[in-house]
């Protein structure tokens, strides 16, 4: 803060950051995008989940160069070492696998099942929920009931029966989670672009001439996206749970690929005099869920409008 | 009773036997029976009644908004159908009375200013936002601000730039100072005034306020239950020389409290 | 003791050196800024424009304002009790048996799954500890005082089955069943339709003039205040600006009463540009009058 103050370029730049009188399109959007981060800096927790999130992101970038060992590299002479020993921090499973370094590489995979979730199940769930919200009638009852179809499975089985029908792999297990969890993000949509619809910034844009769809893209999505989001974060920790669970069946990523879930299911056998094996993978899926967990909180108070100011 | 002949040969608006009716066949409300009115060009026509008497639903089947409704209305000697297209929505554009929940909540002034355009493939929309900006009395300052963070009446200058930006004939006011301060309310009227002037505009105002319609309008209808009482002029009105009981009892209540004057109130259903 | 003082130039409630204050995270907002007004047994308007602080001076009497919101007062005294020295519970009593408050809207303040008949008993249960049968036929006899017609019907209503007039005649009804001695009215009758407010407004008259009870009436609604109530508050920015006789408003002095009262549209006037109120800086610097019953 004193930095702040000392340093005429800083406070410039603060000042110019909140300022009421924005002079551009790009101004206006960077002031408002500073203001959330400054709400978002009041919330420490929210804060630990983003600096989580910030932290696997580094780690599956840098896995490469950070992690002591090859995480498939077998050494069947120096197997199931409990964690502290020397060379394996985390210690190393059945094969003489360093742990700690098939975590590392793990969380890449971990990411790359959370991005392709987060880019497409909640995009479908949102298209499909603000056309039934906004259009009405016989298209809100055909992709709800839709919807209920979905919804009326469990996720799990559903998603094991659809790569039970694509055959094991990440890619299939991501496609499994994306189909099976758009749902919810639908009815959430949906009930949102109901509470929207009627009100007179609606009828002002229709007033001039929009079409359904520039109404439905430019001004119902923006005020549904924001509960999405929050959502979406909150939502991370069961899909990496279910990522986990079909990698646990042997139904998500295959041996050798250092997926958590599958490390925990490989750990299983030992569990009992060698706890290491299970519990390390479980304890990156546990941090990282809170992360994804306190980010959505967070989230969820500085872009929720109902949550107030 | 010949229906408006004051509004001379050719009125810019006609409406005819507007009826509007809401909800399902077992449950009807019949909300607008049938009115006729006609407003001449550079005319404003004021709509007076109380709440549930019809006079916004008769705005929102003339914005096109509403589409449930039987009956003729014209524009220019041209029947509207139910669906109405770009070309009306260039003639005829419309002020919401919340100036809160008129705007929306994420776009930028200039956003809100300048999708219009864009809409009706209009060309140099910078300088048109500039130019609507400066005529609604609201400087480039405001351009890319949010609404939350401007003030009501601001807001409301904004509702009307928004409006006017597509260069229309004729504006509908539905209610658009009820919700600010009496002084804001001032100078949004004063401003609707000039702007009029300026471009020549025809309005058609909503208002529960007799003394902001007597302001602004050269004729007025007073409805009650779906329906016109009685159409007057200003000078009828100003003259308290209403032939209703229904206005006149309207005019006594807008007057301010009167102790007699409230045992006398009867209803009108 | 304070009691001798409360009554003696006949005020029910005293108020000096009000400020109410809210503490946000970019400051100190000032809503009410050290304010001194009393109230009789009379109609007293308080007038404003939104922010002015003339709703949070009707609610900081019945110590309703919520954290961060503080209030602080010299002194604030009703009936020779000083309001700010009691304890919560004690408040409650003050704010179900003597004051007695009116919202804008009465949807806010009734009970959305009880019928009017059972909210009006338990209201008069509570105050009187009288059986379920006499509470229900005072609750007609409250109806009907309100000038409810039918008032067997409305009883058995829910509150979303009766219209705005009919919802604030019944909110009045089930404020008066204590016998307040002092009314606080916030914006009663700006939901409703002229008509219906000229009734409403002639029923608090009669009960203001009838049971001899103090009224506070929160508008901004020049005229009806200047035709309604006794005397006028008129609050700016926090302060009181100026306080007169109601019948003698339209000779009031200070530039911002004056350009209020100017910028309001009339059926006697003229057409042309309504004047436009100017604000000064200088009226927010200014000290505030005093209001006090006389």
Known sequence: MTADTLNPAKAGLRAWLTTDTPASRGHARMVQAYLGWLSLTRNPLALLGLAILVVLIAVSALAPWIAPHDPLAQELTNRLQPPGSPGHLFGTDELGRDILSRIIHGASITLYIVTLVAVTAPVVGLVIGTLAGYIG????????????????????????????????????????????????????ARAETLTVRHQDYISAIRLQGASATRIIAGHVMPLCLSSVIVRVTLDMAGIILT?????????????PIPEWGAMISSGR???????????????????VSLGFNLLGDGLRDILDPRSGQ | MPISSDAGPMPLISVTDLDVRFGSDDEIVHAVRGVSFNVAEGETFGLVGESGSGKSTVLRAMSGLNADWTGTIEIGGTRLGRVRGKPFYKRVQMVFQDPYGSLHPRHTVDRILSEPCQIHGMSDIDNRVREVLI??????????????????G?????AIARALILEPEILLLDEPTSALDVSVQAEILNLLQRLKQERGLTFVLVSHDLAVVAHMCDRLAVMNAGRIVEELTIAQLRASEPAEAYTRQLLKASLGYDRSAAAGMESFD | MSGANGGKDGALLTVEDLSVRFHTRTGIVDAVRNISFSVGREKVGIVGESGSGKTMTGR????????????????????GQDLLKLSEKQMRDIRGDRISMVMQDPKYSLNPVMTIGEQIAEAYRVHTGASSRDAKTRAVEMLAAVKIRDPERVLSLYPHEVSGGMGQRIMIAMMLIPDPDLMIADEPTSALDVTVQMQVLAIIDDLVTKRGMGLMFVSHDLNLVASFCDRVIIMY???????????????????YTRGLLNSLPRLDREPGPLPVLERQESWKTEPGVDAYFK
């Open chain 3, 237 to 255: 920015a926090g302060q009181i600006v100026e306080t007169c006789k109601a019948s003698e408003l339209d000779q009031a002095q200070h530039p």
């Open chain 1, 269 to 287: 056998k030992f569990l009992l005099d060698q706890w290491w094996v299970a519990t390390m993978p479980g304890l990156a899926i546990f941090i």
């Open chain 1, 137 to 188: 009638g016989w298209t809100d009852t055909v992709l709800m009931r839709l919807t209920d179809i979905f919804l009326a499975f469990p996720r799990l089985v559903l998603a094991l029966a659809f790569v039970a029908a694509l055959g094991p792999g990440i890619e299939n297990a991501v496609l499994a989670i994306a189909i099976t969890s758009w749902p919810p993000y639908a009815r959430l």
């Open chain 2, 154 to 158: 601001q807001r409301q200058r904004v």
């Open chain 1, 243 to 255: 990522a986990a669970g079909l990698g646990f069946l042997g139904l998500g990523a295959q041996p």
């Open chain 3, 60 to 79: 900081s009497v019945l110590r309703l304002i919520r954290p961060p919101g503080e209030i602080t007062a010299k002194r604030m005294e009703f009936d």
């Open chain 2, 135 to 152: 005529a609604v009395g609201l400087g480039p300052t405001f351009r890319f601000r949010y609404p939350h963070q401007l003030s009501g």
